[in-house]
């Protein structure tokens, strides 16, 4: 079975929740209604991109703890960094704007 791979908008999401928390925007339920994903792989998602957040020290109000798939002292993947690292210097109100006109449009 292919691996279904997270959309553009997943990814943004999941960036807010990873930074901020998922509460402002309707939480984890809200990512799961775009493209029908479980509730765990989005919180693996989510902790993914906490641990490259860690990694680059980039500051988070999160309490999602990271996981980054390697072993302790390793670098984690970067999968969607792309993506990731251009919400990282956005206003965390523009970010939600962002995440609330997602969720208005699906």
């Known amino acids: ?6 959309t ?3 990814i943004i999401l999941c960036t807010y929740a990873a930074l901020y928390g998922e509460d402002d925007f309707g939480g984890l339920e809200k ?3 775009l493209e029908n994903r479980s509730t765990k792989s989005i919180k693996m998602k989510i902790q993914n991109i906490v641990a490259i957040l860690d990694e680059e020290g980039i500051e988070r109000y999160s309490k999602v703890s990271p996981l980054s798939g390697r072993p302790t002292g390793q670098k984690g993947r970067r999968t969607n960094w792309n993506w990731v690292e251009p919400l990282t210097t956005d206003a ?12 208005a449009a699906n």
């Open 1 to 6: 079975m292919k691996k279904k791979l997270y």
């Open 92 to 103: 965390k109100n523009k970010l939600l704007i962002i995440c609330q006109n997602i969720l």
């Open 8 to 10: 553009k908008n997943e």
């Open 31 to 33: 990512i799961e209604s």
